[in-house]
């Protein structure tokens, strides 16, 4: 068995008493321990230990079976739903929300040898995610707007962090500035801008129904930040990028 904890935390949870505990309780107590917060938006991944992601799985397609139960659904007897539980636990934890429980992929960056320092954009990107109050789907495309500092990441990189982010349960605001956080951990660039437009389901599907409704936000950090006309230019580069998707 692995763990990352030190060891006076991990030795108070291997007690014979705490392994009877359900595992999601087991993780809470060990959270709150040690003072890590454990939001919707948040990775939990550095507590996980080994197997205890399989046994999140279990307890979870039991709670969904629960669920469908209270819900009147006959999965006893309905061909369609009987392994719908094992389905939507499976989802959430290694795909939809996969960045809440699983690490966050490697991403190596390298030296800026050759000091560049014109900003580029990337995208779009597209972004998957759930909002928080209903946990139905935010659909869209993100922009990333660099000027390089002295470390660089190859662009699908900007993909793969934006795709572990998005995998949470968010609200937008939230998810783009814990999107800049992790690109300025991974490359400390000189400016970041992120844009983000997304179609938001809570909206769509339910409530007030509005199909064509979408949000769009943006964060500006360092010379972005400072520069107005590099501002400018990060938004008329994205505009540039829209007008040669193929529609
Ligand atoms: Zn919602």
Known sequence: MTSTLP?????????????????????RQRLEESGTPFLANDNISHILREGELDQLEIEVAGKVREL???L????????????????????????????????????????NVKKLDEIYTVGPISIR????????????????GIKPGDRV???????????????????????VIILADEIERLCAPQGLAIL?????????????KEPQTSMVNSVVRGDFRHDPSLKQEFFELVRQQESLLIR
């Open 72 to 111: 009147v659904i006959d999965i006893d007897n309905d061909h369609n739903t009987e392994e719908t539980a094992e389905r939507v636990a499976r989802m959430y934890l290694h795909e939809v929300f996969k960045g809440r429980y699983h690490s966050q992929p490697k991403i190596a960056s390298f030296p």
């Open 7 to 27: 060891s006076n935390l991990s030795a108070s949870k291997t007690s014979p008493e705490s392994l009877k505990l359900p595992v999601s309780i087991r993780l």
């Open 129 to 144: 995610s759930a909002c928080s109050h209903h946990l139905v789907p935010i659909l869209g495309s993100c922009w990333i």
């Open 68 to 70: 469908l139960r209270s």
């Open 153 to 175: 990441i190859g662009l699908s990189k900007f993909s793969r962090v934006a795709d572990w982010v998005f995998s949470r349960p968010h609200i937008q605001e939230e998810a």
């Open 196 to 208: 983000v437009k997304a179609q938001h389901y809570c909206m769509k599907w339910r409530g007030v």
